[in-house]
């Protein structure tokens, strides 16, 4: 079955530690995107990607880093310059940003939970 | 700058009661508009989109939604809610940056159906 799968579901670190969220997709979309959820906040874009090799800030990348170096996957590193790093994180894939589509869909996984002791 | 407002945090319905959730944009251009669902601990599953064309957008699970350019508005309707659409619901408007398209989301409205 296609679709973007996350993991892990959950994940604990404590405080000072860096940690890194994996993101895969066999959709063989060229966008990937990821986004923090926190409660009564929405969706927050962290990074997108629009292809290999080459990748955007968001509206809050501060304290993330990220790659892409290949089609399929896009992981998130979660540093210790992020003051608040407990939240729900979700990734994202569309087909294309090229050509200026905004109507492509995106695609979401199932999502990390990550918690900060 | 765009942005996407949903007025109700949380919205309590009966099953088989008739739903409307709301949603406000603010966008200069031409808005690309969707609707996502959340199940509790889940990502998100899109519902339907409007881009052009007839202002009135069939979608999932038997949901709906109006676009009114005059209202600023794209409200998601169902006839009559099932226990299963409790849930959070997201509206979310597309837009175009230089090269790149992204999506705004509103704060969600959260569902809940009430037997």
């Known amino acids: 079955d296609g679709g973007i799968t996350q993991s892990p579901k959950y994940l604990f670190r404590k405080e000072g530690q860096n940690v890194t969220l994996s993101c895969e997709q066999n959709?063989?979309?060229?966008?990937m995107y990821w986004y923090r959820q926190d409660p009564g906040q929405g969706l927050r874009l962290i990074y997108y990607?629009?292809?290999?090799?080459?990748?955007q800030k968001g509206d809050i990348a501060e304290g993330y880093s990220v790659s892409r170096e290949k089609k399929e996957s896009f992981p998130l590193t979660v540093t210790s310059a992020q003051k608040n790093p407990t939240a729900f994180y979700l990734c994202a894939s569309s087909m294309s940003l090229r050509g200026h589509r905004p109507t492509d869909t995106q695609y979401f996984g199932p999502g990390t939970r990550l918690t900060v002791l | 700058a765009q942005s996407v407002t949903q007025p109700d945090i949380h919205i309590t319905v009966s099953e088989g009661a008739s739903l409307e959730l709301r949603c406000n944009y603010s966008y200069g251009a031409t808005p690309y508009l969707f609707w996502y669902v959340q199940s509790p601990g889940q990502g998100l599953q899109l519902l339907l989109k409007?881009?052009?064309?007839?202002?009135l957008v069939q979608g999932i699970k038997g949901f709906e939604a109006e676009f009114k350019r005059s209202q600023s508005s794209f409200n998601l309707r169902k006839p009559s809610v099932h226990w299963s659409d409790a849930a959070e619901y997201f509206c979310?408007?597309?837009?175009?940056?230089?090269?790149?398209?992204?999506?705004?989301f509103g704060t969600g409205t959260r569902l809940q159906v009430t037997l």
């Open positions: 409007y881009f052009s064309g007839d202002t």
């Open positions: 979310a408007v597309g837009r175009v940056t230089g090269t790149a398209s992204k999506l705004t």
């Open positions: 959709l063989n979309h060229d966008a």
């Open positions: 990607s629009q292809i290999v090799n080459d990748f």
